[in-house]
């Protein structure tokens, strides 16, 4: 009953930034935790950034100091701004959160169909 819409991908050539979305819509009582993930072809899904719904974040170290997650609880919405990209994080970047439909259900976990991000060099 929760639908995750990404948007924001695209083609950036490396030093540049892209600043990534993600709507939750639907059907539900709240959005709880929020991530990004990413895949690129041969590896496996790494989460890249973490963000709670009172606003706490983590980070994976191998974009600390470039990678800003942030969301907007009234929107429903969650932010990625990538600075300084590099070719190694060309990957389809994925969203997931947490959601209750209502107060009584169990959180389930949601995931969008992803948005492509190439970095050139």
């Known amino acids: 009953q929760v639908q995750l819409v990404e948007s924001g991908g695209g083609l950036v050539q490396a030093g540049g930034s892209l600043r990534l979305s993600c709507v939750a819509s639907?059907?539900?009582?709240?959005?709880?935790?929020m991530d990004w993930y990413r895949q690129s072809p041969g590896k496996q899904r790494e989460l890249v950034a973490a963000i709670t719904r009172g606003g706490t974040t983590n980070y994976a170290d191998s974009v600390k100091g470039r990678f800003t997650i942030s969301r907007d609880n009234a929107k429903n919405t969650m932010y990625l701004q990538m600075n300084s990209l590099k070719s190694e994080d060309t990957a389809v970047y994925y969203c997931?959160?947490?959601?209750?439909?209502?107060?009584?259900?169990?959180?389930?976990?949601?995931w969008g169909q992803g948005t492509q991000v190439t970095v050139s060099s």
């Open positions: 997931n959160a947490g959601a209750a439909v209502s107060f009584s259900r169990n959180e389930v976990q949601y």
């Open positions: 639907g059907r539900f009582f709240r959005v709880n935790d």
